[in-house]
C-alpha cells in the first residue's frame, strides 16, 4: 500500500483479545515487576534523603538525559530495523555502534564540562553527582545498543529478563544505602552498578549468538548516524521536553523546589507502564493496518483510543482528588508542596496516556515529520511558558515546582489537540468522542464522591470506593461500547488464564468434550 493507504489484496486480521494479552503479558509481568521496584525507591528515597538531595540528583539525571539522546543519537530505532531485516550483519552495525557511542560520550563530557564552568555551581555534591551520573550515562547507553539489537532479533524476553535484574539490583542496593544512612553520592553509585549490571547482562545474551566486530569504519559510522538523525529528532525532542522544566526551577527557584516537583514526576512515572506497554505492543498492528488501507487503520485506532481513554480517567482524577493525602503519607511534610504539583500532573496523566497511543498511530501511519513538528513546537512553547510561570508560583505561592507543573499541563493538551488534527481524516469517529465525554462524566463523579475522604485519616478507603463509583457509573453510562467492552473482556480472560490457580479453576468448570 502507499503512504495514502491503498486497498491491499491481504486483509488483515481483525484484532484479537487474545493476541493482544498474550503479547503484552510478558512485557506487562516485567513492566508490573520494575514498576513495583521503582514505586519502593520512589517513596523511600525522597523521605530519607529530603527536597535538596533529590533536587541535586534531579539536575544531574535531568543533564545527562539529554546528553544520553544525543549520544544514542537515534541509532537504537535503526539498529532494530537493521537488524530485524539483515540479523546476519549484527556483529558489524553492532560493533560499530558501540564505538560511536563512546565517542559521543567523550563529546558529551566537554560539553557539560562547558556547562558546569557557565552554570558557576559551587556546591562540590551536585558537581560530584553530575560526573557520577555521567559515568552510568556511558554504561546506559552501550547497554540500550545491545537491547536494541536483541530487540530486532526478536528476543524481547532476555531485554525483559535483564530489565528486572538490574532494577532488582538498583532497588536493592538503594534501599540498603538508604537504610544505613548513606548519602546521595552512593545513591548515585548504585545507579552507576545498576547500569553497569544492565550492560553485562544483555551482553552477555546478545554476544554469545553474535561477536561483534569492534574494526571501525568511518563510511560505516557516517552511514548509521545519517540513517537515524531522523529518529534522534523525536528522541532529543522529546528528552528535552521532558526535563528542562527541572533546569528551569533549579535556574529560577531552587534546588529544593527540583526536588519537589522531581518526586511528583517520578511518582507519576510509575503509572505510565500501561500506556507504555499497551502502546510498544500495538504499534506492528497499527503499522500492518495502515499498509493495508485507512479504513483498517480506524478499526484498529478506536477500540485501543476508547480503552485508554477509559483506562486514564480514573487514575488521572483520582490522582487530581488524592495528590495531597497522598504526598503527606509518603514523603512527610517537608514535600508537602509535591501535594499540589502532584494534582496538576493527574491532569497531564490524561493526556499523556492518549498521546502514547496517538504517537504510534501518527508514526504507523508514516507522519512522523508531522509528529516531529508538534514536538519541536511543544518544547519551543515550554520554554516561555517556564520562563513566566516558574518565577510567578515560585513568588505568588513559594512553589517554584507548581510553574512547571502548569506549563506540562499546558503542552500536553497542545499535544494531544495537535495531534489529533493530524492523524489522518476519518481515524476517529463520533463514538470515540461519546466515550470520551461519558468516561470524563464517570471520573468526574468518581472524584466527587471520594473528595471528602481526603482529609479523613481513612482516606485510604477512597481508592476501593473510586473504583466501584467509577466503574458503575461507566457502566450505567455505556462509556465503552459494547465490540470494545467484549476485546476487554477477552484479553482479560486471557491474562487470568496465564494464572496457575485461576487457570485450574477454569478447567475445573470446563464441560468435558
Not at 557557565?118 to 540500550?144: E, H, K, N, R, V
Request: proline share 5%; net charge positive.
Amino acid at each position: 500500500m502507499s503512504a495514502q493507504g491503498a486497498p491491499n489484496p491481504i486483509t488483515p486480521p481483525p484484532i484479537s483479545g487474545a493476541r493482544l494479552a498474550r503479547n503484552a503479558s510478558a512485557m506487562m509481568a516485567a513492566q508490573l515487576l520494575t514498576w513495583a521496584m521503582a514505586f519502593l525507591v520512589a517513596i523511600f528515597q525522597p523521605r530519607i534523603l529530603g527536597p535538596l538531595a533529590i533536587g541535586q540528583l534531579s539536575i544531574a539525571l535531568s543533564i545527562w538525559m539529554i546528553a544520553g539522546v544525543l549520544i544514542t543519537f537515534g541509532m537504537d530505532t535503526h539498529l532494530t530495523k537493521a537488524i530485524a531485516r539483515e540479523p546476519h550483519r549484527t556483529g558489524v552495525l553492532v560493533g560499530t555502534s558501540l564505538i560511536v557511542r563512546i565517542g559521543l560520550w567523550v563529546i558529551s563530557c566537554l560539553v557539560v564540562f562547558g556547562y558546569d564552568l557557565l552554570a558557576g555551581s559551587a556546591d562540590p555534591t551536585q558537581i560530584a553527582l553530575i560526573w557520577i551520573i555521567g559515568l552510568m550515562t556511558l554504561f546506559a547507553t552501550l547497554s540500550g545498543g545491545l537491547i536494541a539489537a536483541l530487540n530486532g532479533l526478536e528476543q524481547v524476553h532476555y531485554v525483559s529478563l535483564v530489565t528486572v535484574v538490574s532494577k532488582l539490583a538498583l532497588t536493592v542496593l538503594s534501599l540498603s544505602l538508604l537504610f544505613a544512612g548513606f548519602d546521595v553520592i552512593w545513591i548515585g553509585w548504585a545507579n552507576v552498578l545498576a547500569a553497569l549490571v544492565a550492560l553485562l547482562g544483555d551482553a552477555f545474551f546478545l554476544f554469545r549468538q553474535h561477536r561483534p566486530r569492534w574494526s571501525f569504519d568511518l563510511a560505516a559510522a557516517r552511514s548509521m548516524l545519517l540513517d537515524s538523525k531522523q529518529y534522534l529528532v523525536t528522541a532529543l525532542t522529546l528528552m528535552v521536553y521532558q526535563q528542562i522544566d527541572r533546569l528551569f526551577i533549579a535556574l529560577f527557584a531552587s534546588t529544593e523546589a527540583v526536588g519537589w516537583y522531581g518526586t511528583a514526576v517520578n511518582l507519576f512515572g510509575t503509572l505510565m507502564f500501561f500506556p507504555v506497554a499497551i502502546g510498544t505492543v500495538i504499534f506492528p498492528t497499527f503499522t500492518r493496518r495502515f499498509a493495508a488501507g485507512q479504513d483498517y487503520l480506524s478499526q484498529a485506532a478506536r477500540p485501543i483510543f476508547n480503552i485508554m481513554v477509559v483506562l486514564s480517567m480514573p487514575i488521572g482524577l483520582g490522582l487530581l482528588a488524592l495528590a495531597e493525602p497522598i504526598t503527606l503519607l509518603l514523603y512527610g511534610d517537608a514535600f508537602r508542596p509535591t501535594g499540589a504539583v502532584l494534582a496538576v500532573l493527574g491532569l497531564v496523566l490524561i493526556c499523556t496516556y492518549l498521546n502514547t497511543v496517538l504517537s504510534q498511530l501518527l508514526i504507523a501511519a508514516e507522519r512522523t515529520a508531522i509528529l516531529n513538528t508538534i514536538m519541536i513546537v511543544a518544547t519551543v512553547a515550554t520554554l516561555p511558558l517556564d520562563f513566566f510561570l516558574v518565577p510567578w508560583t515560585d513568588r505568588a505561592f513559594g512553589n517554584g515546582a507548581l510553574g512547571g507543573a502548569l506549563a506540562y499541563t499546558i503542552t500536553e493538551l497542545g499535544i494531544l489537540i495537535a495531534a489529533i488534527k493530524a492523524l489522518p481524516k476519518g481515524t476517529f469517529g463520533a463514538q470515540n468522542w461519546r466515550t470520551g465525554l461519558l468516561s470524563g462524566l464517570a471520573g468526574l463523579g468518581m472524584a466527587g464522591s471520594i473528595w471528602w475522604l481526603r482529609t479523613s485519616p481513612f482516606f485510604f478507603l477512597a481508592v476501593p470506593l473510586g473504583a466501584v463509583v467509577y466503574i458503575g457509573l461507566a457502566l450505567v453510562l455505556r462509556a465503552l461500547p459494547n465490540n470494545d467492552m467484549a476485546l476487554v473482556k477477552e484479553a482479560l480472560v486471557k491474562v487470568l488464564e496465564k494464572i496457575p490457580f485461576v487457570r485450574r479453576k477454569l478447567t475445573a468448570v470446563q464441560p468435558e468434550g
